[in-house]
């Protein structure tokens, strides 16, 4: 069973960092792209940024220049660096990880960005 288990989150003043991982495991096969989202409260899911095997990455565009995301293809584990946080960063961030057919997705991690 594929597992995704997301950390990293937590409480911090506006302008500060956090820095998420999550790590894939229970996988057969190989993981093609990964990548975070993030759902605020009363609304949807939304893509904060994705990265192939190889390296290629996509950012929801308000985003980048703030955000980095990177993986490693070793450890199955996918990062996300957030720097200049924002209150309306706050949100509960998702990692998921395409293994085809399939995309999973972790529990979430809680970011709360205080003003």
């Known amino acids: 069973q594929v597992q995704l288990v997301e950390s990293g989150g937590g409480l911090v003043q506006a302008g500060g960092s956090l820095r998420l991982s999550c790590a894939a495991s229970?996988?057969?096969?190989?993981?093609?792209?990964m990548g975070w989202y993030r759902q605020a409260p009363g609304k949807q899911r939304e893509l904060v940024a994705t990265?192939?095997?190889?390296?290629?990455?996509n950012y929801a565009y308000p985003l980048k220049g703030r955000f980095t995301i990177s993986r490693d293809n070793a450890k199955n584990t996918v990062y996300l660096q957030m720097n200049s946080l924002k209150p309306e960063d706050t949100a509960v961030y998702y990692c998921?990880?395409?293994?085809?057919?399939?995309?999973?997705w972790g529990r979430g991690t809680q970011v709360t960005v205080s003003s």
């Open positions: 229970g996988s057969r096969f190989s993981i093609n792209a």
């Open positions: 990265i192939t095997t190889g390296g290629a990455t």
């Open positions: 998921n990880a395409a293994i085809p057919p399939y995309v999973y």
